[in-house]
T-cell receptor, first 111, second 114 residues
Framework: QQPVQSPQAVILREGEDAVINCSSS?????VHWYRQKHGEAPVFLMI?????EQKGHEKISASFNEKKQQSSLYLTASQLSYSGTYFC????????????FGKGTRLSVIA | DAMVIQNPRYQVTQFGKPVTLSCSQT?????MYWYQQKSSQAPKLLFH???????NEADTPDNFQSRRPNTSFCFLDIRSPGLGDAAMYLC?????????????FGPGTRLTVT
């Protein structure tokens, strides 16, 4: 089942902060975050696993609330380079089920 | 640099004319994925391989097939492309299969069907 992302789009000025949310109606085992710039491939940002383990980008933070079945990606002091579409991908089990990606959140950072 | 390479970057084919997209990787990852991504939509998984073990998503059309002759290469064959198959096709690799492994994407092949 596809996770739901919010907001769909956001415009920020450089230096402002943003939060992107990803939620599911089903229990989650992991949440992945990727950023895709226009015309380019998605780039891995972070994985959050049930139980609190994380791996990923040093400059980006995220949270995973297992009980609420949701994750949030925190972008602080945004830079122009943060612009792009952010996708969360969720995995419902510890086994080999593939990721299901949300529809994405388009972030535009302006000077 | 280790990477995921897709060729060609842009492919134009005619309605009904078979087309093959290729993906290669120098990461030596066990898992390779093919995704279809239409404009302003999420990537949609078509297939994945764990080594030579092939996994087809239930809603992947029969028109789409894949081959993985060795660890480094993977191909996506579209037997009879329709106008609805026009999309970006992304190949990705992962060091393992499961929720703890990140995916590394290639730059994609943009397919146009005329």
């Amino acid at each position: 089942q596809q996770p739901v992302q919010s907001p769909q789009a956001v415009i920020l000025r450089e230096g402002e902060d943003a939060v992107i949310n990803c939620s599911s109606s089903k229990a989650l085992y992991s949440v992945h975050w990727y950023r895709q710039k226009h015309g380019e491939a998605p780039v891995f940002l972070m994985i959050l696993l049930k139980g609190g383990e994380q791996k990923g980008h040093e400059k980006i933070s995220a949270s995973f609330n297992e009980k609420k079945q949701q994750s949030s990606l925190y972008l602080t002091a945004s830079q122009l380079s943060y612009s792009g579409t952010y996708f969360c991908g969720t995995n419902r089990g510890s086994g080999n089920t593939p990721l299901v990606f949300g529809k994405g959140t388009r972030l535009s950072v302006i000077a | 640099d280790a990477m995921v390479i897709q060729n060609p970057r842009y492919q134009v084919t005619q309605f009904g004319k078979p087309v093959t997209l290729s993906c290669s990787q120098t990461l030596n990852h066990n898992v390779m994925y093919w995704y279809q991504q239409k404009s302003s939509q999420a990537p949609k998984l078509l297939f994945h391989y764990y080594d030579k073990d092939f996994n087809n998503e239930a809603d992947t059309p029969d028109n789409f097939q894949s081959r993985r002759p060795n660890t480094s290469f993977c191909f996506l064959d579209i037997r009879s492309p329709g106008l609805g198959d026009a999309a970006m096709y992304l190949c990705a690799t992962s060091p393992g299969r499961g929720p703890a492994y990140e995916q590394y994407f290639g730059p994609g092949t943009r397919l146009t069907v005329t």
